[in-house]
């Protein structure tokens, strides 16, 4: 008695015919499809920006600035390299790593679209 069951959240997100999908698992098995979504401590805040800045039309470029804009905002360290950030899209369907030096393309852009975030 008086321990504690382990749990855990995970964000999946894949590439199919109707195009991309992100869904959030929960502890109890229950999974919510997202445009956009954060887990995890300051997730509330997160996904408050999140909401706010997200726009379905967004190009990828817009998409990584924001996606970096939002780590950012609750990051400890708001250097860029303890930022990793890979991609699926959906004309490749294959996982690409984004460069060191395109996050810190996207965080230059974070600050300039999102400058009372980051």
Do not use: C, H, W
Request: cysteine-free; overall charge neutral; aromatic content about 6%.
């Amino acid at each position: 008695s008086g321990v504690r069951p382990f749990g855990v959240a995970l964000i999946i997100s894949g590439v199919d015919q109707s195009g991309n999908k992100i869904y959030v698992t929960d502890p109890s098995g229950t999974f919510v499809s997202y445009a956009a979504v954060a887990i995890g401590a300051g997730a509330d805040d997160v996904n408050a920006f999140l909401e706010k800045n997200y726009k379905d039309d967004m190009s990828l470029d817009d998409a990584s600035a924001l996606a970096v804009a939002a780590i950012e905002l609750r990051a400890e360290s708001k250097e860029e390299k303890s930022i990793k950030m890979s991609r699926v899209t959906k004309d490749k369907r294959t996982l690409q790593k984004v460069s060191d030096a395109e996050i810190e393309k996207y965080s230059s852009v974070a600050k300039t679209k999102y400058p009372k975030s980051v």
